[in-house]
């Protein structure tokens, strides 16, 4: 999560070595707890932990393209932290 100068900015970004360009890649327009993002080995996603938006608490670990599409969750639950790829 980054905050700008200009105001606050929301989300997980990714930032190209190469050409100095940052991306967002999630689409969050108000603030969401998101943590841990973690990259995947091949460099084509990312996980995450994200708090759920209803109120009731829980949280979802997510993962996403690094090109910020197909998004999905693959758990959800209370005290997820860190999440990592494996074998």
Known sequence: TRVTPEGRTY????????????????NETRYV?????CPSPDGQWVCYVRDSLT??????VRVIRIDGTGERVIASGDNYAEPDWGP
Request: glycine fraction near 22%.
């Open 11 to 26: 989300g997980i970004f990714v930032h190209d070595l190469e050409s100095g360009e940052t991306k967002r890649i999630t």
């Open 55 to 60: 109120g009731e608490g829980g949280q979802s």
């Open 33 to 37: 707890g998101m943590a841990d993002p």
